[in-house]
């Protein structure tokens, strides 16, 4: 090869023939649901701050109220300077992780850098030759680098498709030794929910472990926040519940759920846990300082699955076909061209709303993805519905 950069330059007007090319934009200020952007206010739906909490001063100015504590100073540091495994594993790590597993009610938890860390590592970590990874086929691309990682064989069943994932398991589970079944319980660019129940039944007549990323639903779901296992009642079924902290939390970091053995070992095994410098102290105090108050959200909750229902509800009564069963709905266009004329005109509105397309989401299936949050005020949602009804209408979808 002559010159690499051609090479990169050609490649970049090839994703941009396909209207697939991607910029990062320059955000000056995030608040009450609005961004600043291009000295322009806009509403904000691409936010992943589902309870408001990144806005909310009275929590802020209460967890700041012992910065100056000089005793407490270590847990506002803003850098932990080591891995876990040598000199980073603060106190507040074990706070965190015995204070996660007392709310789940499980034996032990451990935390990691993000939930994207947390996927990528811990499939690897637990399954190699021999093993199979069986993945629902719209999972995040965390949960495929971590699959990718390992040296496990692994299938994909349909989305949400629990009969062609027992096929699958009926024809393939004597081949291997063990096997992981794994989903999102809210589907991060669909929103639609996992039926645990039908996932616990599989387990067990296929002699599975389950894993259940609950990154969207940690926090938003369940009476005290504990996600879709808490709500479908089902959390001691679950081998693994990941989450994260940083989407309702507006934080860092992600936790996993699970047995003492399995915790053990991935603080020998799982490399994304090792060879990192871990969370600086002060985002694990603040996590820990939510978690201790999770259960208090339920007013934040209630909200924002009162206002993801009046939009679901109101897409429905105007003809558009959703199949969204929380605050993530996402509208379907298909055409990528199609797609991002829609979010243009959306931001025109100003609409803080951009296109999802692939390799984020199948092919032909590019989208709105509107991500609703609980300080959205119930009359914008209806706004939200009529204006993206009219553009569908205009655009003939
Ligand atoms: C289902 C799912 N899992 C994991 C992640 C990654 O989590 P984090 O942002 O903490 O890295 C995401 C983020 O988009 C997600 O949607």
């Known amino acids: 090869m002559n010159n690499y ?3 990169y330059k050609s490649e970049i007007e090839s994703i941009k023939s ?4 991607r910029t990062l934009r320059n955000i000056s200020s995030v608040g009450n649901a609005e961004i600043i952007f291009n000295k322009k206010k806009y509403l904000n739906l691409s936010s992943n701050d589902y309870l408001g909490i990144a806005d909310n001063t009275e929590l802020l100015n209460e967890f700041y109220l012992e910065i100056n504590d000089e005793s407490k100073s270590n847990d506002f540091r803003l850098g932990s300077g080591s891995s876990r495994l040598l000199s980073g594993n603060y106190n507040l790590y074990e706070k965190l992780e015995t204070e996660l597993a007392k709310a789940y009610e499980s034996e032990s938890a451990l935390v990691f850098n993000s939930g994207y860390h947390a996927n990528i590592g811990i499939l690897p970590a637990l399954t190699g030759k021999g093993d199979l990874i069986i993945s629902d086929k719209l999972n995040h691309a965390s949960i495929i680098d971590g699959i990718r990682l390992s040296n496990a064989d692994y299938l994909r069943y349909k989305h949400l498709d629990y009969k062609h994932l027992e096929k699958l398991l009926a024809a393939k589970r004597n081949n291997y030794n063990k096997v992981i079944i794994i989903s999102e ?6 929103g639609d929910v996992v039926d645990l129940q039908k996932l ?3 387990k067990n007549k296929y002699n599975t472990m389950l894993y259940i990323d609950e990154a969207h639903a940690f926090a938003t779901r369940g009476k005290s926040g504990l996600g879709i296992a808490e709500e479908q009642n089902l959390i001691s079924k679950i081998d693994f519940i990941v989450g994260t902290f940083g989407k309702a939390f507006a934080s860092q970091g992600a936790f996993v759920v699970c047995k003492s053995v399995i915790r053990e070992f991935l603080i020998n095994k799982m490399r994304s846990l090792i060879f990192t410098t871990s969370l600086p102290p ?3 105090n603040w996590n820990l300082f939510l978690l201790k108050k999770i259960k208090s959200f339920s007013v934040e909750r209630k909200k924002l699955n009162l206002i993801s229902d009046i939009l679901i509800e109101e897409f429905q009564k105007n003809g558009l076909s959703i199949t969204s069963s929380s605050n993530i709905v996402p509208v379907i266009l298909g055409k990528n061209s199609v797609a991002e004329e829609v979010a243009t005109e959306m931001q025109k509105h100003l609409y803080y709303i951009f296109a999802v397309r692939p390799p984020t989401v199948p092919e032909g299936t590019a989208r709105l993805r509107i991500s609703l949050t609980a300080n959205i005020p119930e009359n914008k949602v209806l706004e939200i519905a ?11 979808i």
């Open 185 to 190: 319980s809210i589907f991060s660019m669909d």
């Open 386 to 396: 009529r204006v993206i009804t009219k553009l569908i209408t205009k655009h003939a």
């Open 282 to 284: 002060v985002v694990v």
């Open 5 to 7: 950069y051609d090479y």
């Open 200 to 202: 616990v039944d599989i």
């Open 18 to 21: 396909k209207n697939l090319y």
